[in-house]
T-cell receptor, first 116, second 112 residues
Framework: ETGVTQTPRHLVMGMTNKKSLKCEQHLGHNAMYWYKQSAKKPLELMFV???????ENNSVPSRFSPECPNSSHLFLHLHTLQPEDSALYLC???????????????FGPGTRLTVL | GQQLNQSPQSMFIQEGEDVSMNCTSSSIFNTWLWYKQDPGEGPVLLIALYKAGELTSNGRLTAQFGITRKDSFLNISASIPSDVGIYFCAGPPLNRDDKIIFGKGTRLHILP
């Protein structure tokens, strides 16, 4: 595998289900990100993990719970979601130097989530 | 907070035409990034710019980092059907090293 991979690519779940999205980066990066992309809306940054520490939680509801066990893996645990949470969820990674710019983020293909 | 304004929001062009889109901000950026997103896929980095005035090409794509550091443009020459998609500009805010801000995108349509 190369780059950033995400599984599953598609997920349909009910509002009472619990599911997890998985992201893995094979680039040796030290920062990982979750974004939400809804139809006709810009990319919304949800969470940032920098050296495995969460450095950003962009007012995301608690029904989304991220987990970053190591610098290569990132999970997004989902529970009691709402239909308006249906969107494309994108994972990205980058190499951040302390005090330096992260610049280039590399994205996975996304998970298309539908909440019924 | 810092915002990136992209224009136009969408474009309809004939195959073979050149395309120009731009991104502006009221704040200074030290890096400009241009991404393309195909339907159902994640954005892919096209060009990265690191110096004011820098002009960089990637095949038929050319991007420039504005002298004022508050704008950037992306040109596509001789468009082809696979150029269809959404083009995003992005850049890291001045006070953060571990995140980037995205514009709302320019959606490119190519007419047959």
């Amino acid at each position: 595998e190369t780059g950033v991979t995400q599984t599953p690519r598609h997920l349909v779940m009910g509002m009472t289900n619990k599911k997890s999205l998985k992201c893995e980066q094979h680039l040796g990066h030290n920062a990982m990100y979750w974004y939400k992309q809804s139809a006709k809306k810009p990319l919304e940054l949800m969470f940032v993990y920098n050296f495995k520490e969460q450095t950003e939680n962009n007012s995301v509801p608690s029904r989304f719970s991220p987990e970053c066990p190591n610098s290569s893996h990132l999970f997004l645990h989902l529970h009691t979601l709402q239909p308006e949470d249906s969107a494309l969820y994108l994972c990205a990674s980058s190499q951040v130097s302390p005090g330096g710019a992260s610049n280039e983020q590399f994205f996975g293909p996304g998970t298309r989530l539908t909440v019924l | 907070g810092q915002q990136l304004n992209q224009s136009p929001q969408s474009m309809f062009i004939q195959e073979g035409e050149d395309v120009s889109m731009n991104c502006t901000s009221s704040s200074i950026f030290n890096t400009w990034l241009w991404y393309k997103q195909d339907p159902g896929e994640g954005p892919v980095l096209l060009i990265a710019l690191y110096k004011a005035g820098e002009l960089t090409s990637n095949g038929r794509l050319t991007a420039q980092f504005g002298i004022t550091r508050k704008d950037s443009f992306l040109n596509i020459s001789a468009s082809i059907p696979s150029d269809v998609g959404i083009y995003f500009c992005a850049g890291p805010p001045l006070n953060r090293d571990d995140k980037i801000i995205f514009g709302k995108g320019t959606r490119l349509h190519i007419l047959p």
